[in-house]
């Protein structure tokens, strides 16, 4: 019964929550948070005073690194090797901190992310500025603890006579909370301390004008001073950090971008690999090669350009997709007052400074102390050597060394201190005694109690020898600044030939809705025959087009989709297209009414819809110029059942022609329609009565003189000269242009402006097609039927009918040179 008494009954949630609070509680103060004043994390600090207590520093022989870290995880750390040789070798890493705290011989790891030699083979010591961190500590300046076992003492925090944490900054992730304090220059942080203590109300901006902000090992461009600035102001900022590349040009023409800083914690094996992979998946042109040549002269990472590629564009691709730009995130979090604080530079300045005041301070008063204690004891010498051979006989007199010393002190009022330096005074000492230098040692002694005294009494004083001090550890350490510091973050625009091999291929659109790219070289082999199409289905568009293109396309329902060239199939000539709805989702009663390649979309041209229901719209061309491509974007807004029935591309100064299935049509100047947004409907074209309905919209020029070729629905065609109609105004009537029956009469089916060679195709209900040439019909005036050119008893009413498509190339760079 006794044993079960042994265990207790605790709810699950509060052990674990005491466990956890407890284990946070040691993972933020002692493990992952640097403190704020001499900026090390425990486990740096005990590497360094280990190091220290054995001499091992930067004017003695390098030590081999295993016997340092057995000592730290002996007398102090106790925890994994691993962890404190890591932490020591990151110490010494010139491209990880601003001033290595350690040096150290052999292999200490690489900016490619190489691991460093086992400790067995690297030797260390301190650098110069260690000692810096560490001078003093013997003066009692700061709290020793007891370590893990009770044998020896600690240090708390290192005296650190110069602000560690803001100029080689810290990294770490405890619990709740994380750090990232970037690391800056010696000089400039020294400044800042300066100007601090002399103003301590000083903004951030006047702070700024000496500390301009992070100084990186590895160098590279700051863009962002905003971001800089913010951080200082509230601990958390973000800025740009770009490596540095210069465009170089080579021999014959080409250039190449040479790469010779990186960012801060960049690993450059990782970006160079992700580079050369940007060119191996083709999703970058123009780069040939991409060398590391790094030596021991310096980093140097090479991107060959091909000949006429644009460097400009790479090298900002290069920045947008890869680590050569990274974004730098402030997040100073040190550990001030025993807990964890998000810190500013005025907070961090004055915790740097507070601790200066308390070490000064401190290693004053130990000063005073031993002075005194010095100045008490040449008191007695002097006046024991001008009594000397009184105080020798007293001495030999005596019984032994206590009896001697209290006969000294009763004869000729010494006190204990003053009796025991003068009885363990060796003879030889009395060979030369000059009274004189002791005379002048009490005389130096007095000034140095005196400053002392001033200086701890004397608050002014006391930063003096702060500043004093500052000044010249910045004569001593300083250099120049890595980084530069770029007021703006540059936006980055990336060119779309950058990302896409320039390559002219065949562009086809089909009716349903089937669209693919075919090279060249495919269409020519099978000499433009054979195209694969589903059945029913019809070869609507068929451009000559640039990957670095774009093509829309519109869709029945006045919807559009924005395909770039180079994101379309590319696929064989015989082979089927891909269904529209497999790239964008589309409507299953939707059909494409119209494709319109496009190359620039800054020109002033304007898209004119034409619908059903007599609606004509028109719209500037470079409102559909679209960011996302993933679904089908409004081209229009339809009220109702209206469909869109045609699209055209026009330079604002066209004629329109519109045609009803009850064979009206009306012609009018095409600004009579103003233009409206993208997503606005449109306004009315023609003046339609009950049933009728829109089949065509036609744009021309009025000095073109094109044919007009009716095709009715009782299989009727019939070619008219445009010089029958006279030009009318917006939403008229129109005229008519068949001869009214009484039995059955025409219905358009459709009507199309047509060229000389044109041929255009019928379809009737019972998919039989016939095709016939334009030139085949004379020219007739408005009161004819036309031609039937099929039987519809045998073979079906006419449901559709279209121009066969040509081989088109819209962007005929001769054109474009006489523009």
Do not use: C
Request: net charge negative; glycine share 6%.
């Amino acid at each position: 019964m006794a044993e079960a008494e042994k265990f207790l009954d605790l709810p699950l949630e509060e052990v674990l929550g005491d466990r956890f609070g407890r284990y946070s509680k040691y993972i933020i103060q002692e493990r992952a948070l640097p403190d704020a004043r001499d900026g090390l994390k425990p486990v740096q600090r005990r590497i360094l005073f280990a190091m220290h207590q054995e001499k091992n520093t930067h004017d003695k022989a390098y030590r081999k690194s295993a016997k340092t870290v057995g000592t730290v995880i002996g007398n102090y750390h106790p925890h994994g090797d691993t962890s404190v040789y890591d932490a020591m070798v990151r110490l010494s890493q010139t491209w990880k901190v601003r001033k290595p705290l350690v040096e150290m011989h052999g292999n200490n790891g690489s900016v490619d992310g190489d691991p460093p030699a086992a400790m067995r083979y690297t030797e260390a010591r301190l650098s110069a500025i260690s000692s810096e961190l560490l001078r003093d500590i013997e003066k009692e300046t700061v709290d020793h603890i007891p370590n893990f076992d009770d044998t020896i003492e600690e240090p708390t925090v290192l005296p650190a006579k110069f602000p560690n944490l803001l100029v080689n900054g810290s990294t770490g992730i405890s619990a709740g909370y994380a750090t990232e304090i970037p690391p800056h220059n010696l000089g400039e942080v020294i400044d800042a301390v300066i100007m601090k203590i002399d103003k301590p109300e000083a903004t951030v901006p006047e702070l700024m004008t000496k500390l301009k902000g992070p100084d990186f090992p590895t160098g590279g461009i700051i863009q962002g001073v905003d971001g800089i600035q913010k951080a200082y102001e509230t601990g958390k900022g973000k800025i740009v950090l770009r490596g540095r590349a210069e465009i170089q040009k080579q021999r014959g023409g080409r250039e190449q971008i040479v790469i010779d800083e990186i960012p801060f914690e960049v690993n450059k094996a990782t970006m160079v690999k992700r580079m050369d992979e940007l060119r191996i998946d083709r999703k970058v042109e123009g780069i040939s090669e991409v060398r590391d040549e790094t030596d021991r002269t310096g980093l140097r990472v090479v991107i060959e350009l091909k000949k006429d590629a644009n460097s400009e564009g790479v090298l900002n691709y290069l920045y947008k997709h890869t680590d050569l730009q990274i974004s730098y995130n402030f997040n100073m979090v040190a550990i001030h007052g025993k807990t964890p604080k998000l810190l500013d530079l005025p907070a961090m300045l004055d915790a740097y400074i507070l601790h200066q005041k308390e070490v000064v301070t401190r290693q004053s008063t130990y000063d005073l102390n031993k002075a005194k204690k010095r100045a008490h004891i040449v008191e007695g010498l002097i006046k024991a050597i001008s009594i000397l051979d009184e105080v020798i006989a007293t001495i030999r007199s005596s019984k032994d060394k206590q009896d001697a010393k209290h006969q000294l002190m009763k004869k000729y009022d010494f006190t204990e201190e003053q009796a025991e330096a003068i009885v363990t005074l060796q003879l030889y000492r009395l060979t030369n005694t000059d009274i004189t230098a002791l005379q002048k040692e009490a005389e130096e002694l007095q000034k140095q109690i005196a400053k002392l005294e001033k200086l701890l009494s004397n608050e002014h004083e006391l930063l003096k020898v702060i500043k004093a001090d500052l000044r010249s550890m910045k004569k001593q350490y300083n250099d120049n600044r890595l980084t530069n510091i770029e007021e703006k973050v540059e936006e980055l625009k990336v060119d779309l030939e950058v990302t896409v091999a320039s390559e002219d291929v065949l562009v086809s659109v089909t009716k349903d809705g089937y669209v693919k790219r075919t090279s060249l070289r495919s269409y020519a082999a099978s000499n433009g025959e054979d195209f694969a199409l589903k059945d029913g289905d019809h070869l609507l568009r068929l451009y000559e087009m640039n990957t670095t293109d774009t093509i829309l396309i519109f869709t029945s329902l006045g919807k559009y989709l924005f395909l770039p060239v180079h994101k379309m199939p590319d696929i064989r000539w015989k082979d089927l297209g891909q269904y529209i709805s497999n790239i964008v989702q589309v409507e299953k009663e939707e059909y494409i009414v119209e494709a319109i390649p496009v190359r620039n979309f800054d020109t002033d041209q304007y898209l004119i819809f034409f619908t059903k229901n007599g609606m004509v719209k028109k719209s500037e061309l470079k409102l559909y110029q679209a960011q996302r491509h993933s679904k089908a974007l409004v081209a229009v807004n339809l009220k109702g059942d209206d469909q869109v029935v045609d699209i055209h591309l026009t330079n604002g100064e066209s004629d329109l022609f519109i045609a009803s299935n009850k064979a009206y049509g009306l012609w009018y100047k095409e600004e009579e329609v103003n233009a409206v947004g993208q997503r606005a409907a449109g306004v009315k074209a023609i003046h339609l009565k009950e049933g009728e309905e829109v089949v065509s919209g036609q744009v021309f020029h009025s000095d073109e003189d094109p044919s007009i070729l009716l095709t009715t629905h009782r299989a009727a065609v019939k070619r008219m000269r445009l010089k029958e109609f006279e030009p009318s105004s917006r939403a008229k009537r129109g005229v008519i242009m068949l001869r009214e029956l009484k039995k059955n009469p025409h219905r358009l089916v459709d009507v199309h402006l047509v060229k000389r060679d044109d041929q255009v195709v019928l379809r009737t209900e019972k998919d039989k097609t016939t095709i016939v040439n334009t030139m085949d019909f004379k020219a007739n005036d408005r009161y004819s039927n036309g031609s039937y050119v099929m039987d519809t008893e045998l073979k079906g009413i006419v449901t559709e009918a279209w121009v066969k498509p040509n081989y088109e190339k819209p962007f005929d760079t001769s054109e474009e040179e006489q523009e």
